[in-house]
């Protein structure tokens, strides 16, 4: 099932409310996997068969195949 984001903070997870996107700016059209408890979300839940998943966009938490040069340190 696909939570709806919160529209004041659309890069926050709606159910934990971690910063699950900060790689990039949230966009209506995809949805998004929190980093932290795995909730997807996007901004219109009942569209959600149809809109491409773009995953986990933490900069922190996010696989390892992505670019390198916003990695941080611990
Ligand atoms: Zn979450
Ligand atoms: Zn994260």
Redesign the pocket.
Known sequence: MTARWNFDKPHR??????I?IDLERPKPWRIYT??????RFTRWPHLAWLLPSAGIRCSEHRPHTARTHTRRTR
């Not at 997870?13 to 971690?18: M, Q, S």
């Not at 929190?34 to 909730?39: D, E, I, K, S, Y």
Request: glycine share 8%.
């Open positions: 997870c709606p159910d934990c409310h971690a699950a929190c980093c932290r408890c795995g909730t």
